[in-house]
């Protein structure tokens, strides 16, 4: 028996599995005994279950959910619209700045800067500041 993966999950449940070569179940002489429907199943296979797991607990969305939950984490979450991932996320929704059309470290500073630049003049224009 060979083992098929680390930790596959069938539905809810959690363990390893085996499965056989076909050139020894081929020949077994124990195959029919062995295999539900040996004219259709080329090797037996084996589960071993570990047990049952909770999919709604384990989802990357769940643990990302109950972090934001607690009180600390609605303060560090509350911090992230001070940052500037509010920039990344004009620039790159917004403005379509989702890749740079010119080649070289000095044209992209300066496609960059000019994304920046009018980022905040936008910034200035609907607080008023013009007015």
Not at 104 to 127: D, F, M, Y
Request: proline residues 3%; positive net charge.
């Amino acid at each position: 028996m060979y083992r098929r993966d680390g930790n596959r999950k069938t539905k809810d449940d959690v363990g390893a599995h085996f499965r056989g070569a076909k050139r020894d179940c081929g020949l077994c002489p124990l195959r029919a005994q062995c295999l539900r429907t040996p004219d259709t199943t080329l090797a037996r296979n084996i589960a071993f279950f570990r047990g049952r797991i909770d999919v709604d607990r384990h989802t990357h969305t769940a643990r990302m959910q109950a972090r934001i939950d607690t009180p600390a984490g609605r303060e560090a979450y509350g911090q992230r619209f001070a940052t500037v991932e509010p920039v990344f996320g004009n620039l790159r929704a917004n403005k379509r700045l989702d890749r740079f059309t010119l080649r070289g470290r000095a044209k992209v500073h300066g496609q960059w800067t000019l994304s920046c630049l009018v980022h905040n003049i936008e910034k200035l224009a609907h607080a008023a500041y013009a007015a």
